[in-house]
């Protein structure tokens, strides 16, 4: 599986971003699929996941209410949808995907991931 994350930008603080990952493979419909970022000097830290249907989602306590997770598996797709961005969501952020079972918060879990693409907040 390949995964593609794209949608990055510099935006100020209030604004909007929708992030893409488009994976390849014909069974992505089955994969978890989970959006990661890292600052610079911190850990990878979990933003949100989607289950293999779309029927369940889980967030960070610091995006949600802010920050929407969807999926297009007619399309390979996952989407973050980002509104009232704020300054320290600047981060580049990580799609994965997570083939087996554990939790869908830590970084362990996932087998596959995207190459990041950088989200700036400006103040």
């Known amino acids: 599986v390949q995964l593609q994350a794209s949608g990055g930008g510099l935006v100020q603080a209030g604004g909007s971003l929708r992030l893409s990952c488009a994976a390849s493979?014909?069974?992505?419909?089955?994969?978890?699929m989970g959006w990661f970022r890292q600052a610079p000097g911190k850990e990878r830290e979990f933003v949100a996941a989607i289950s293999w249907s779309g029927g369940s989602t889980y967030y960070a306590d610091s995006v949600k209410g802010r920050f929407t997770i969807s999926r297009d598996n007619t399309k390979n797709t996952v989407y973050l949808q980002m509104n009232s961005l704020k300054p320290e969501d600047t981060a580049v952020y990580y799609c994965a995907a997570r083939v087996g079972r554990g939790s869908y918060s830590d970084t362990s879990n996932y087998d596959y991931w995207g190459q990041g693409t950088q989200v700036t907040v400006s103040s």
């Open positions: 493979g014909r069974t992505f419909s089955s994969y978890l």
